[in-house]
């Protein structure tokens, strides 16, 4: 499922598998065996790749309300 998301986001933000690669250090191969769900990214990978795309990451707490994943970090290191 993650696969599907970042191809929307990464056409989303006009970019080509080979510009999101470049701009996360990973080669365009990699960015499409994501896209393919054959690998998965690590946590801090899909975050960046959020972002570049121009997406924030956000969680959802038990109340409904919307965190920003870095306040959340914060909050709770």
């Not at 993650?2 to 970019?15: D, S, T």
């Not at 250090?25 to 690590?42: F, G, R, V, W």
Request: aromatic share 8%; proline share 1%.
């Amino acid at each position: 499922m993650i696969g599907k998301i970042i191809k929307i986001m990464r056409k989303q933000g006009n970019l080509s598998q080979k510009e999101l690669g470049k701009l996360l250090n990973l080669s365009d191969t990699t960015i499409s065996a994501y896209e393919l769900n054959k690998i998965s990214p690590d946590f801090e990978t899909i975050i960046k790749i959020f972002r570049i795309c121009g997406y924030d990451f956000c969680i959802v707490d038990k109340s409904k309300k919307i965190i920003d994943i870095e306040k959340f970090i914060k909050e709770n290191e």
